[in-house]
C-alpha cells in the first residue's frame, strides 16, 4: 500500500527541511551581525517541503507572477491536495463524504443521504451496519468536487487490498470500492479493500512504526494491525502514595502517564497535536455479552466486581481502594 | 541538538541516559524507547525558592522531566513550534510558550518591570507577560510555540524594531524593551488605529515574532 508523501518514520535523512532551516544553525555571538539588512529574505526560513503536502507552513501555491493560482475545472487537481486544506476529488460514479465536508464543485453532480430509494443497496454493500450510514452523504456524477473540514490538514490514503483504521472524526471521504465498517475498538472505523480516501487532522500527519507509544488523543489510526493496547506508567500507580495521587491529583500528575502502545507490523498515523477533532456517531453495536463498547457486561458473573471485594476489618469498606493500594 | 523538527508543528527529542528534557505537562505525542515522564512540581529546575519565586511571578507553567532513552515526540495544541539553539546566551520567553527545553540550560525567573518603571507594568498588561518572564541560559536548545509561524528579526543599536506586543514570542540577546505608546484623542474616543501600543525592542539580538495576533 503507499501512503501519502511521507517517508516511513526512522528513515535516514527523514525531515526534508532540516538542511534548509537557517536559525537553527550556530548562532553567531559577538554583534549580532544584521542578516542583509533590513527584514531578512531567510532563505528557506518557511521550510521547504518538497514531499509533505500539509505542512502547516507549506506555501500555497503560487504562479510565477506571484499571485495565487486560479482553478478552474481542467487545472483542478485530480484526486489529489489543491493544498494542504483542500482536496479535489475527480468524480466520476460515486463517493461518500460525511456531510457538510464539500465545499464547491464543478460538473453535473447530487448529493443524497443514503438511504435515498436506489442508493439504499450502498449501505450493504459498503456500510456493513446500518446504523451509522446516515451520517453519510453520497456524491453522485459527474466532475469535480473540493473537500475541505474547518481548514483541517487533509490527507488522500491509497489502500491496495489493504487496511486502516481511523477515529471515526478524521474520516471525511471515501471511495465506494472501500468498504467501512466499525472496528471492535471504540470509536474507530476500519476501512477494508483497495481505493483511495480522505482524512482530516489536527497539524500534519506523520507515520511512525511500532513499536511506540502514543498520546491517545493524537492519535489518528493504523494501518496494517499493529496491536493497540493501553499503557499506564506504573509508578503512578502503585502503592499507597500512588493511589492517592492519583485519587486527589496532589503531587501532580505529568498527564502522560496514560498511552496507547502498539506493537506489530504496521504503520501508526499521528496528528501533530494532542487536541482531538470530534468523533462523529458511528453507530452502536448491539449490546450482547462479548462485545466492547455495547454496554453489556463482559460476563454475567463478573457483573458487580466491588462487591466480591474482601471487607478488610479495620479498614472499613474501601471498595476500590484496597486493590488500588494492594492490600 | 536534540531536537528535530518533523513538520511545522512537531518536534522529535532524543533523550539518553543522564540527559533531561523539561517539557509542558501533556505534550507528547508519542515515543519509542524507555522514557519516563515525571512530573515537575517545582515547574522546572531549581529549589523550593526557586518554585516559590515561578509561583509568586505566574511563571509555574506545568512542566515534566523526560528522562530514560529513547525518542520523544512533541506537540502541543496545533501551535507551530519553534527550535531554538543557545549557545551559551540567554533567552527571554514566557513560561507558557515553552513546549520542552534541554536539561542542560538554566531557568530562571526575571523581573521584566524594572525596564521602563510605569510603563513596564503597562507593558506587562498588554503582552501579557505579567512583570515576569523566564529566562533561559546556557548550551542547549528550547522549542518554543507560537500561533502561525515564527519570524526572526534581528535587532541591531541602530536599527531598533518596534513589535506588535501580541505578536511577541520571545527575544535572546541584549536588548532593551520598552513600550511606545502613540495614544491619541482618536484612541480615547474609539477611533484609533488598533495599533496604540508597540513593543521597542533596541540593543543587540534578536526577536521572534509570530505571524498571528493571538495570544497563547
Given at each position: 500500500?503507499?501512503?501519502?508523501?511521507?517517508?516511513?518514520?526512522?528513515?535516514?535523512?527523514?525531515?526534508?527541511?532540516?538542511?534548509?532551516?537557517?536559525?537553527?544553525?550556530?548562532?553567531?555571538?559577538?554583534?549580532?551581525?544584521?542578516?542583509?539588512?533590513?527584514?531578512?529574505?531567510?532563505?528557506?526560513?518557511?521550510?521547504?517541503?518538497?514531499?509533505?503536502?500539509?505542512?502547516?507552513?507549506?506555501?500555497?501555491?503560487?504562479?510565477?507572477?506571484?499571485?495565487?493560482?486560479?482553478?478552474?475545472?481542467?487545472?483542478?487537481?485530480?484526486?489529489?491536495?489543491?493544498?494542504?486544506?483542500?482536496?479535489?476529488?475527480?468524480?466520476?460514479?460515486?463517493?461518500?463524504?460525511?456531510?457538510?465536508?464539500?465545499?464547491?464543485?464543478?460538473?453535473?453532480i447530487q448529493f443524497h443521504g443514503i438511504g435515498h430509494g436506489p442508493l439504499d443497496a450502498l449501505i450493504g454493500r459498503s456500510f456493513h451496519s446500518p446504523l451509522h450510514a446516515a451520517d453519510w452523504v453520497v456524491a453522485e456524477g459527474q466532475g469535480k468536487m473540493i473537500l475541505a473540514d474547518r481548514a483541517f490538514d487533509l490527507n488522500s490514503y491509497d489502500l491496495e487490498?489493504?487496511?486502516?483504521?481511523?477515529?471515526?472524526?478524521?474520516?471525511?471521504?471515501?471511495?465506494?470500492?472501500?468498504?467501512?465498517?466499525?472496528?471492535?475498538?471504540?470509536?474507530?472505523?476500519?476501512?477494508?479493500?483497495?481505493?483511495?480516501?480522505?482524512?482530516?487532522?489536527?497539524?500534519?500527519?506523520?507515520?511512525?512504526e511500532p513499536p511506540i507509544r502514543v498520546d491517545p488523543q493524537a492519535l489518528v489510526g493504523w494501518a496494517d494491525c499493529p496491536s493497540p493496547c493501553h499503557h499506564y506508567d506504573h509508578s503512578y500507580m502503585r502503592g499507597v502514595l500512588g493511589g492517592i495521587r492519583q485519587l486527589t491529583g496532589l503531587g501532580g500528575v505529568s498527564g502522560e502517564e496514560h498511552q496507547f502502545e502498539f506493537i506489530g507490523a504496521g504503520q501508526v498515523l499521528l496528528q501533530s497535536s494532542e487536541k482531538l477533532m470530534a468523533d462523529i456517531n458511528i453507530g452502536h453495536v448491539p449490546a450482547e455479552a462479548g462485545i466492547p463498547g455495547a454496554g453489556a457486561p463482559s460476563q454475567a458473573g463478573r457483573q458487580q466486581p466491588q462487591q466480591q471485594l474482601p471487607n478488610i476489618p479495620g479498614l472499613g469498606n474501601l471498595g476500590d481502594l484496597g486493590r488500588r493500594f494492594g492490600l | 541538538m536534540p531536537f528535530t523538527k518533523l513538520n511545522g508543528k512537531l518536534i522529535e527529542a532524543q533523550v539518553f541516559p543522564g540527559q533531561k528534557v523539561f517539557s509542558q505537562r501533556g505534550a507528547m505525542i508519542a515515543y519509542s524507547g524507555q522514557v519516563t515522564f515525571t512530573p515537575n512540581m517545582m515547574g522546572g529546575q531549581g529549589g523550593v525558592m526557586s518554585m516559590i519565586g515561578r509561583r509568586i511571578a505566574n511563571e509555574d507553567t506545568p512542566l515534566m522531566t523526560v528522562e530514560g532513552q529513547g525518542r520523544v515526540m512533541f506537540g502541543h495544541g496545533g501551535h507551530n513550534v519553534h527550535v531554538i539553539d543557545l549557545t551559551g546566551d540567554t533567552l527571554y520567553v514566557e513560561a507558557d510558550r515553552l513546549l520542552a527545553f534541554d536539561g542542560t540550560l538554566q531557568q530562571s525567573t526575571m523581573f521584566m518591570g524594572s525596564q521602563g518603571g510605569v510603563m513596564g507594568m503597562v507593558r506587562g498588561q498588554v503582552t501579557g507577560q505579567g512583570l515576569f518572564t523566564t529566562q533561559l541560559t546556557g548550551q542547549g536548545s528550547v522549542a518554543v510555540m507560537a500561533h502561525g509561524g515564527v519570524i526572526e528579526l534581528p535587532i541591531t543599536?541602530?536599527?531598533?524594531?518596534?513589535?506588535?506586543?501580541?505578536?511577541?514570542?520571545?527575544?535572546?540577546?541584549?536588548?532593551?524593551?520598552?513600550?511606545?505608546?502613540?495614544?491619541?484623542?482618536?484612541?480615547?474616543?474609539?477611533?484609533?488605529?488598533?495599533?496604540?501600543?508597540?513593543?521597542?525592542?533596541?540593543?543587540?539580538?534578536?526577536?521572534?515574532?509570530?505571524?498571528?495576533?493571538?495570544?497563547?
Amino acid at each position: 500500500m503507499s501512503y501519502p508523501p511521507q517517508s516511513p518514520y526512522g528513515q535516514p535523512g527523514y525531515p526534508p527541511q532540516q538542511g534548509g532551516l537557517p536559525q537553527q544553525g550556530g548562532y553567531p555571538q559577538p554583534g549580532y551581525p544584521p542578516q542583509q539588512g533590513g527584514y531578512p529574505p531567510q532563505p528557506g526560513g518557511y521550510p521547504q517541503q518538497p514531499q509533505q503536502y500539509g505542512g502547516p507552513q507549506a506555501p500555497l501555491p503560487q504562479t510565477a507572477a506571484g499571485g495565487p493560482v486560479v482553478h478552474d475545472v481542467t487545472t483542478l487537481p485530480s484526486n489529489d491536495n489543491v493544498n494542504p486544506y483542500a482536496f479535489s476529488v475527480d468524480l466520476n460514479g460515486q463517493y461518500f463524504l460525511q456531510k457538510g465536508k464539500m465545499v464547491a464543485y464543478y460538473g453535473n453532480i447530487q448529493f443524497h443521504g443514503i438511504g435515498h430509494g436506489p442508493l439504499d443497496a450502498l449501505i450493504g454493500r459498503s456500510f456493513h451496519s446500518p446504523l451509522h450510514a446516515a451520517d453519510w452523504v453520497v456524491a453522485e456524477g459527474q466532475g469535480k468536487m473540493i473537500l475541505a473540514d474547518r481548514a483541517f490538514d487533509l490527507n488522500s490514503y491509497d489502500l491496495e487490498d489493504g487496511n486502516l483504521t481511523v477515529r471515526s472524526g478524521n474520516l471525511l471521504a471515501f471511495d465506494p470500492r472501500l468498504s467501512l465498517k466499525q472496528s471492535i475498538i471504540p470509536g474507530f472505523l476500519t476501512l477494508i479493500g483497495t481505493g483511495k480516501f480522505v482524512a482530516a487532522s489536527n497539524g500534519p500527519v506523520h507515520f511512525v512504526e511500532p513499536p511506540i507509544r502514543v498520546d491517545p488523543q493524537a492519535l489518528v489510526g493504523w494501518a496494517d494491525c499493529p496491536s493497540p493496547c493501553h499503557h499506564y506508567d506504573h509508578s503512578y500507580m502503585r502503592g499507597v502514595l500512588g493511589g492517592i495521587r492519583q485519587l486527589t491529583g496532589l503531587g501532580g500528575v505529568s498527564g502522560e502517564e496514560h498511552q496507547f502502545e502498539f506493537i506489530g507490523a504496521g504503520q501508526v498515523l499521528l496528528q501533530s497535536s494532542e487536541k482531538l477533532m470530534a468523533d462523529i456517531n458511528i453507530g452502536h453495536v448491539p449490546a450482547e455479552a462479548g462485545i466492547p463498547g455495547a454496554g453489556a457486561p463482559s460476563q454475567a458473573g463478573r457483573q458487580q466486581p466491588q462487591q466480591q471485594l474482601p471487607n478488610i476489618p479495620g479498614l472499613g469498606n474501601l471498595g476500590d481502594l484496597g486493590r488500588r493500594f494492594g492490600l | 541538538m536534540p531536537f528535530t523538527k518533523l513538520n511545522g508543528k512537531l518536534i522529535e527529542a532524543q533523550v539518553f541516559p543522564g540527559q533531561k528534557v523539561f517539557s509542558q505537562r501533556g505534550a507528547m505525542i508519542a515515543y519509542s524507547g524507555q522514557v519516563t515522564f515525571t512530573p515537575n512540581m517545582m515547574g522546572g529546575q531549581g529549589g523550593v525558592m526557586s518554585m516559590i519565586g515561578r509561583r509568586i511571578a505566574n511563571e509555574d507553567t506545568p512542566l515534566m522531566t523526560v528522562e530514560g532513552q529513547g525518542r520523544v515526540m512533541f506537540g502541543h495544541g496545533g501551535h507551530n513550534v519553534h527550535v531554538i539553539d543557545l549557545t551559551g546566551d540567554t533567552l527571554y520567553v514566557e513560561a507558557d510558550r515553552l513546549l520542552a527545553f534541554d536539561g542542560t540550560l538554566q531557568q530562571s525567573t526575571m523581573f521584566m518591570g524594572s525596564q521602563g518603571g510605569v510603563m513596564g507594568m503597562v507593558r506587562g498588561q498588554v503582552t501579557g507577560q505579567g512583570l515576569f518572564t523566564t529566562q533561559l541560559t546556557g548550551q542547549g536548545s528550547v522549542a518554543v510555540m507560537a500561533h502561525g509561524g515564527v519570524i526572526e528579526l534581528p535587532i541591531t543599536p541602530q536599527q531598533p524594531i518596534h513589535v506588535d506586543p501580541q505578536a511577541y514570542v520571545a527575544h535572546r540577546g541584549q536588548v532593551q524593551n520598552k513600550l511606545s505608546s502613540a495614544l491619541g484623542w482618536r484612541d480615547m474616543i474609539g477611533r484609533g488605529s488598533g495599533e496604540a501600543f508597540q513593543l521597542e525592542l533596541s540593543g543587540h539580538g534578536m526577536v521572534y515574532v509570530q505571524a498571528s495576533e493571538e495570544k497563547l
